[in-house]
């Protein structure tokens, strides 16, 4: 194993990224870790961070759509569905009646060509084949994890003080990023078509913009397949969210001699 000192004497950043350059076995295209934890010495709020409180009350925010979701669903069934449809359609016919000829006339073509396409049924298209949602800012496309291929990754999710993204993961069977800092080896992270075949990295946020100070951080191996064990990699900081990544630590020749063994890397000369 073969690591790279940048000589950093104390990292604080805001969030941490690590980027997997090579698998250890050389053509595979598909990356899995059961765990990824960060060892912080001590954590140092920049000027204008938000207090406990303020984050208390951001959470408290954002779970009140939550909290009225069976208010929501119960109101959904308070109109029939027909109906809602035949009032859509009559304001529709009335909203194209002022508009130009030639308007009307492509939308309708617009409409043929849609009812035709949802009647032929499922896309055997593959997801790479695949472009991201068109409509909606590009600010709450990236969020969603709705760009597309070669975009910003997956949308965040929360696990424990911070949020956590990845290139890419394995929805279907719920092998995603946030498993690795679940703290359980029946659970992983799994993105195929990594290191060999894309981009692949696994990004962390601290919540409310605090810098944290990193001491070391640890890689746990999957369940199986050792031929997905990622042997080179780079972390990274972002001194403050939007600011470029700047390379902490690069590991090479790494081997994993079992599965869900942990490998620690210290990242703080002491």
């Excluded at 912080?40 to 009140?64: C, I, N, R, W």
Aim: hydrophobic share 35%.
């Amino acid at each position: 194993m073969q690591g790279t000192d940048h000589g950093v004497q104390a990292v604080e950043c805001v969030g941490y990224r690590l980027r997997v350059t090579q698998l250890r076995e050389p053509g595979t295209n598909c990356v899995q870790l059961s765990g990824l934890s960060f060892t912080f010495l001590q954590p140092a709020s920049p000027p204008g961070a938000a207090s406990d409180a303020e984050l208390g009350k951001q959470v408290v925010a954002a779970a009140q759509p939550l909290l009225q979701l069976q208010e929501v669903l119960a109101r959904r069934l308070e109109v029939p569905e027909k109906l809602v449809a035949a009032s859509t359609s009559r304001l529709q016919a009335r909203l194209r009646s002022e508009v130009p000829v030639e308007a009307r006339t492509a939308l309708a073509e617009r409409d043929r060509l849609e009812t035709a396409e949802l009647e032929r049924g499922p896309s055997s298209a593959s997801d790479d084949d695949l472009p991201g949602r068109q409509s909606g800012s590009v600010q709450w496309r990236t969020q969603r994890g709705e760009m597309g291929p070669g975009s910003a990754g997956t949308a965040w999710a929360v696990c424990g003080a911070g949020r956590v993204r990845a290139s890419g993961q394995h929805e279907g069977g719920f092998e995603v990023a946030a498993n690795l800092f679940d703290g359980r080896p029946n659970t992983k992270w799994l993105d195929f078509g990594g290191a060999g075949g894309k981009e692949t990295w696994v990004e962390w946020q601290s919540m409310g913009g605090s810098a944290m100070r990193l001491g070391s951080y640890a890689l746990t191996s999957g369940n199986d397949c050792p031929e997905r064990d990622p042997s080179s990699f780079t972390l990274e900081g972002q001194a403050a969210q939007g600011a470029p990544w700047e390379p902490i630590d690069a590991q090479s020749s790494v081997l994993f001699d079992g599965r869900l063994q942990r490998r620690e890397f210290a990242v703080v000369n002491q």
